[in-house]
């Protein structure tokens, strides 16, 4: 399980979390919505110190990180229980799609080359890039290098995987190759937070929908709850914007 409580993050005199509170179960795929500046991907990068919250409380499991002051031991104790996935795929250019995955293995979890070898090919094989083990990130396409980068977290283990707006560095036709491989991946029981503008995928593949907006947390519930029976009027305006087939009463 994952908890966050009272999560502060401010940017000079710029307030952008103002004290979030957010469960999430095992096994849970979490999507967390919202228009641009409410404070989504901020969010995710605090879940593994990628930005060090101001105040509150990070916990993976039995695991628990003060934010105000916390020890450079359990900030990396915490980033090694998860993963990331980029919007711009953040792949090494020199190095090849098997090199990108084995690099985190060998250099961050010390496992032997023999071993993170053998991972990486069988996690770019689940995410369909078996024949690409050996081409560089210039030879493959923005959705193979996204799948890269899934493989790369895959191969980690994590307890969680967040992804941040996988898909909106992608050219549309492409869009659809990452999501099925997510979809996969959520098959499997893997925890995710997602961060997305893709409704649909929302929609289909995730447990809990979290919809933000001015650093907080407005309403969450299930897909039903948020895309079909939304409570709070700022929900309903998101939702009537971007998906104009849903005639809500504001």
Do not use: W
């Not at 509170?21 to 110190?49: A, F, M, Q, W």
């Not at 098997?98 to 090919?121: D, F, H, Q, T, Y």
């Amino acid at each position: 399980m994952i908890r966050l409580q009272n999560i502060t993050k401010s940017f000079g005199k710029h307030e952008v979390l103002k004290g979030i509170d957010l469960t999430v179960n095992k096994g849970e795929v979490v999507v967390i919505l919202g228009p641009s500046g409410s404070g989504k991907t901020t969010l995710l990068r605090c879940i593994n110190y990628l930005e060090k919250p101001n105040d509150g409380e990070v916990s993976i499991g039995d695991f628990t990180v003060s934010c105000k002051r916390p020890a450079k031991k359990d900030v990396l104790a915490l980033r090694q229980k998860t993963a990331m996935v980029f919007q711009q795929y953040n792949l090494f250019k020199h190095k090849t799609a098997l090199e990108n995955v084995m690099e985190g293995l060998v250099v961050v979890r010390k496992v032997k080359p023999e071993e993170a070898k053998k991972i990486s090919i069988e996690v770019l094989e689940k995410v369909g890039l078996g024949e690409k083990l050996h081409h560089y990130p210039s030879q493959l396409s923005g959705g193979q290098q996204q799948r890269v980068g899934i493989a790369r977290a895959l191969a980690l283990n994590p307890e969680v995987i967040l992804f941040d707006e996988p898909t909106s560095a992608l050219d549309p036709e492409l869009v659809g190759e990452v999501l099925s491989v997510i979809r996969k991946i959520a098959k499997e029981g893997i925890t995710m937070i997602v961060v997305t503008h893709e409704m649909g995928f929302a929609r289909d593949v995730s447990n809990h929908v979290v919809f933000m907006d001015g650093g907080h947390v407005i309403e969450e519930g299930t897909p039903d709850d948020i895309f079909n029976h939304p409570k709070e009027e700022r929900t309903k305006q998101f939702l009537k914007r971007i998906t104009p087939e849903y005639n809500y009463s504001i």
